[in-house]
């Protein structure tokens, strides 16, 4: 993988103007030099902080008044018992128990055995001495030490799908591999400890079982702790998971404390832990946020919601003061950069356009929460004190208005609402989103679950990715990765709009949770007017030589027409187009390459489309399955066969480096126009090198017409693909 880097840093290198590349290259020297000292300093001492941080980790909710209604009692007793046994469905794992001694499955045939022979998890911490550092053992003890008994330790650094396990006792730079089968997004999915502030709920929705939870609770967050130093091993590789991890600690620690009458469990020992600890990934993040000159995008993102929740929660201080004000004039920049004026996300993907909304979203609503002393924090601040890039504007400079109700410039709020309507009209009436795009299940948080239990069988039967899994119970909670209504109920917490409203009674928890981090302050008379018709095109696409038409027609008897309340919408700026009746819902893409033309999170799915038709799924896309562990996959759900296009001379649309460079790449080679848009058709343009697509869809009673027309001969791919995958690591076959 070194390699690899290197080679792909020489390519960008010769990309640049000379001097733009001869000034890059000097960072970049600089850099490796502070890293070797780093790197030498965090193994010869303990990384740990040597001052003490004042506990007093404040609370941002009332959890009295958050609904808990729409969690089913029997999904959260059967999700008790498997976070209670250390087992976890991450990424298409199946429910497995993250333990040091389990042996994995595999991936595709590919399976590692990495896992230390650890005799005993003595309560001394003594075992610790067979995976940390000899440096970090010390302090690390300490916090095992306050584990309550019984408790057996979660491995951190393992990827349980293929079984192999990361070097905890090496620095966070040196982590990277290359072996086949094996992904380091399952320990970093691990890791982001969205489980907990669930788990937490449940204590809530389930009191009999409220003990039990709070033990587990604060022995998970010890445990990480004790086992992850800072700057050491895998988790703190990703500056993203290392901001979304101190999310879900904060949320599950303000319930759990709430909830802990007894103070047994969420004592002041806990507390100055989990200050100390706080305050660590907070530094950790400033130190390496995901930003470039060039591009930042939802890793930036995650950074900037990670570091606000850290600063919000933890007492006011001039160096917290500086990441508050820091963080605001950074989701101002983002918004903008990230966001198109029409709401869309400008990934190119249904999938992280819900994960930078959910973020937008929570972090705007921990800022408009903040209390009068708190906005202090955002004219107060030193910019002198910040010291790296981007820098930090002084308070005369900012764009926002701490004395405002809403803080936010009014298109920043514009824009953010513009975001949940795309989202709302996407949504199909099975409560899901057509996947376009790269889906990594990515989540900020997750709390009431989403999803359906399938008799184990038949879940065996139906995923290829729980092949060869052992499990005992009867019945398998399957999560739904494609329904992003949670999103919907959020942003009901945030905005008084009617449509959201009707949403946020579904999913009551989530509405409630960003109302109370709001403070109660809602944000009224947002235009609506997301319908403006969008600019056509002038294209005589009769005179395409080649033509080929399809129908898909209803078998369903109905007295209602497919056209009876048929309605659009049209997003030009992101390139989604909606039409929705009673009985359909297509959605259509004609999306850029996204993330300024790099590419990164789109597929080859330009005029491809998505139709639900009375019910039932007639075209839909394949989504993604994996990244890095296996790149033949990978290319091949984002490769133009597998999507509902067309094919010409075998050409891909955007075409990517081979290998591992090109995983997160695109050549920007692919334009996309609307040369006709009515109340019953869409016509829709693609050219890319020499080949011009157009596609019409025209829709009648009980029927959609899809016409393409060409400059060259081609074939047409309607669910071709053999395989499908409604979330990341899920892979279901077609045929």
Request: aromatic fraction near 12%.
């Amino acid at each position: 993988m070194i390699q690899t880097d290197r080679l792909s840093w020489l390519r960008k290198a010769f990309s640049y103007p000379p001097h733009v590349a001869a000034r890059k290259l000097i960072v970049k020297l600089q850099a490796k030099g502070t890293d070797r000292k780093r790197r030498a300093r965090d193994l010869a001492s303990c990384p740990r902080l040597t001052e003490t941080i004042t506990p007093a980790i404040a609370s941002l909710m009332d959890i009295s008044r958050l609904d808990c209604s729409g969690i089913r009692k029997e999904t959260a007793d059967y999700l008790i018992n498997m976070y209670l046994d250390h087992r976890f469905d991450l990424l298409g794992s199946g429910w497995v128990q993250n333990s040091y001694g389990n042996r994995a499955v595999g991936v595709e045939g590919y399976r590692y055995d990495d896992s230390p022979e650890i005799a005993e998890f003595d309560r001394d911490g003594n075992w610790l001495k067979e995976i940390l550092a000899p440096a970090h053992l010390e302090r690390s003890q300490a916090i095992w030490q306050k584990i309550h008994e019984p408790y057996e330790p979660i491995d951190w650094q393992k990827d349980c799908k293929s079984g192999y396990r990361w070097d905890v006792a090496s620095w966070y730079k040196d982590q990277w591999v290359d072996h086949p089968g094996v992904d380091i997004k399952l320990p970093w999915e691990t890791a982001r400890l969205h489980h907990l502030p669930q788990m937490a709920i449940f204590a809530k929705v389930c009191p009999q079982h409220r003990s039990d939870i709070l033990r587990e609770c604060r022995n998970q967050i010890l445990d990480f702790i004790a086992a992850n130093p800072p700057r050491m091993g895998v988790n703190w590789t990703c500056t993203m998971d290392v901001a979304i991890r101190a999310v879900n600690i904060l949320l599950a620690y303000d319930v759990g404390r709430q909830l802990d009458d007894s103070g047994r469990y969420f004592d002041y020992a806990l507390n100055k832990i989990i200050a100390d600890s706080l305050y660590e990934h907070g530094r950790h993040i400033v130190h390496n946020l995901e930003w470039s000159e060039q591009l930042a995008n939802n890793h930036y993102l995650a950074d900037l919601t990670g570091l606000l929740s850290i600063a919000r929660y933890l007492p006011r201080t001039t160096e917290t003061d500086c990441w508050r004000a820091f963080v605001v004039q950074e989701l101002i920049r983002e918004m903008e950069r990230q966001f198109y004026p029409d709401g869309g996300n400008f990934e190119s993907s249904s999938s992280y356009h819900r994960l930078s909304t959910e973020m937008m979203t929570f972090a705007t609503a921990l800022v408009i929460g903040m209390n009068r002393y708190d906005r202090k924090a955002l004219t107060e601040y030193n910019p002198r004190l910040w010291t790296v890039d981007p820098p930090l504007k002084p308070p005369d400079e900012q764009e926002y208005d701490s004395i405002s109700d809403h803080v936010f410039p009014e298109w920043y709020l514009e824009r953010l609402f513009r975001a949940g309507r795309l989202t709302m009209y996407l949504t199909r009436p099975s409560g899901d989103v057509a996947q376009i795009g790269d889906n990594d299940s990515g989540r900020l948080y997750r709390l009431t679950p989403v999803g359906d239990f399938l008799d184990m069988a038949n879940a065996l039967k139906k995923y290829e990715n729980l092949k060869g899994l052992q499990l005992p119970e009867s019945t398998y909670w399957d999560t739904d990765d494609c329904c992003q209504v949670p999103l919907l109920s959020a942003l009901a917490g945030l905005f008084s709009d009617p449509d959201l409203a009707m949403v946020g009674d579904e999913f009551p928890l989530e509405q409630g949770l960003i109302a109370a981090l709001a403070g109660g302050t809602t944000i009224d008379d947002m235009a609506r007017s997301d319908d403006n018709p969008p600019e056509c095109e002038t294209y005589d696409y009769d005179s395409l030589p080649y033509r080929e038409e399809t129908t898909f027609a209803s078998d369903c008897q109905s007295r209602y027409a497919l056209t009876d309340g048929l309605s659009h919408r049209a997003f030009p700026d992101s390139g989604i187009y909606i039409f929705w009746s009673r009985r359909l819902h297509l959605t259509i893409c004609a999306t850029p390459v996204g993330q300024n033309g790099l590419g990164g999170h789109s597929h080859n799915d330009k005029l491809s489309f998505s139709l639900h038709l009375d019910g039932k799924s007639r075209v839909d896309d394949p989504g993604t399955y994996l990244y890095t562990a296996l790149p033949e996959r990978r290319n091949e759900f984002r490769g133009i066969h597998a999507h509902n296009t067309i094919v010409v001379d075998e050409c891909e649309q955007n075409r990517w480096r081979e290998g591992r460079d090109g995983l997160f790449a695109m050549n920007d080679e692919t334009d996309c126009d609307l040369l006709e848009l009515t109340e019953k058709s869409i016509t829709l343009r693609e050219r890319y090198r020499n080949v011009i697509h157009v596609r019409r869809f025209e829709i009648s009673r009980d029927a959609i017409a899809v016409i393409d027309y060409c400059n060259y001969p081609f074939t047409v791919n309607y669910d071709d693909y053999e395989f499908f995958s409604a979330g990341y690591g899920k892979l279901e076959r077609r045929f």
